[in-house]
């Protein structure tokens, strides 16, 4: 409630509906006066942000105490007393990638060269006769140096950051085939060989960047990635609970809301205990991320099981069929995303 002046006058200032006490019952604005002072605005500022975090933290109570509770109190009206299930989740979901994309960075990661299921680092490390023996598999039976293994690694490298198919050095190179019907690729796979020349030509004194660069635009993919497989979550929850009309697929919808937002926190929990376990090498804090990884898929079941009120066997194969279902519906959206960052590379 603000501080201001009451207007004398009944018609409200947003919508000139007439009002009937201090708010107006059409569009819910305070019938107050609309000159405010500096100091209103800055005592307004932070009486909101108190609001928000008295209302989140008991909201956060409910949910992490009591699955399903929440799911089941909006459904039933009981709304006010709660935050906003979607401002709870852009919230959430917001500090999580904050404090994620902070402590982990993917831009500097470089690709380790692989020879037969072996890295250059293991090949190197070996001894004279394992090294002998290796080798000889590389290069048609004659055993190798360390130097002209090194010079034969090097010019792996130089052929190309992506070698699959044909490699061509050049797209002048790849146009003279197919005007000499050489080749004959469709406008897809003509579109892809140039992105790999393309890439080729860009990284190739520098593989890592290339990988560095794909999968920081993958990893910054992942936020949009699961606002998308959130209503698809919902929609099969709709189908596994067809039968019971008294679920609509806003309830669906706000279950699954409810269900991310605790994935969201203890996620960020374990990405802490990690961090806190890498800098004081304290063994036991392995254990209780294992236990909070469990934590989530017990939670999960926990929460269908009080909000849609069937019996354990009938929940327990919902629970398998809807984890089974996520776990498709990531590995596309994986795949599609991942497809569009190559791109983007």
């Given at each position: 409630m603000s501080h201001l002046n009451e207007r004398t006058?009944?018609?409200?200032?947003?919508?000139?509906?007439?009002?009937?006490?201090?708010?107006?019952?059409?569009?819910?604005?305070?019938?107050?006066?609309?000159?405010?002072?500096?100091?209103?605005?800055?005592?307004?500022?932070?009486?909101?942000?108190?609001?928000?975090?008295?209302?989140?933290?008991?909201?956060?109570?409910f949910l992490v105490t009591k699955p399903g509770f929440l799911s089941s109190e909006y459904k039933m009206g009981r709304r006010t007393s709660y935050l906003n299930p979607i401002r709870m989740y852009v919230f959430t979901s917001a500090i999580f990638f904050l404090i994620f994309f902070s402590l982990y960075h993917f831009d500097n990661i470089k690709p380790d060269q692989s020879f037969n299921g072996q890295s250059a680092k293991a090949i190197n490390s070996m001894d004279s006769v394992a090294f002998k023996e290796f080798t000889k598999e590389l290069n048609d039976g004659k055993p190798m140096t360390r130097q002209q293994f090194k010079f034969y690694n090097d010019s792996i490298s130089k052929k190309g950051v992506l070698r699959f198919g044909n490699e061509y050095q050049?797209?002048?190179?790849?146009?003279?085939?197919?005007?000499?019907?050489?080749?004959?690729?469709?406008?897809?796979?003509?579109?892809?060989?140039?992105?790999?020349i393309e890439i080729n030509e860009k990284y190739r004194d520098d593989p890592s960047k290339m990988?560095?660069?794909?999968?920081?635009?993958?990893?910054?993919?992942i936020p949009p990635m699961l606002f998308i497989s959130l209503p698809l979550f919902a929609l099969f929850l709709k189908f596994l609970y067809r039968r019971n009309k008294d679920f609509y697929y806003a309830s669906h919808a706000i279950f699954s809301i409810h269900l991310y937002i605790f994935v969201f926190i203890s996620l960020l929990?374990?990405?802490?205990?990690?961090?806190?376990?890498?800098?004081?090498?304290?063994?036991?804090?392995?254990?209780?991320?294992?236990?909070?990884?469990?934590?989530?898929?017990?939670?999960?079941?926990?929460?269908?099981?009080?909000?849609?009120?069937?019996?354990?066997?009938?929940?327990?194969?919902?629970f398998l069929l809807l984890n089974t279902w996520l776990l498709f519906i990531v590995l596309i959206l994986f795949t599609i995303f991942l497809f569009f960052s190559f791109l983007k590379v």
């Open positions: 006058e009944k018609n409200c200032l947003n919508c000139n509906a007439e009002v009937y006490g201090k708010y107006c019952s059409v569009c819910g604005q305070e019938n107050i006066e609309p000159a405010e002072s500096a100091w209103h605005l800055v005592t307004h500022f932070f009486n909101d942000i108190t609001h928000f975090d008295g209302k989140f933290f008991s909201t956060l109570k050049s797209r002048k190179e790849y146009d003279s085939l197919r005007e000499k019907g050489i080749k004959k690729d469709g406008w897809v796979l003509r579109q892809i060989t140039y992105k790999q990988f560095g660069s794909l999968i920081n635009i993958l990893m910054h993919n929990a374990i990405i802490l205990i990690n961090k806190l376990s890498e800098n004081v090498h304290w063994a036991w804090l392995s254990y209780i991320s294992g236990l909070l990884y469990m934590l989530l898929f017990f939670y999960e079941y926990k929460a269908m099981r009080n909000f849609y009120g069937q019996r354990r066997a009938k929940t327990i194969v919902k």
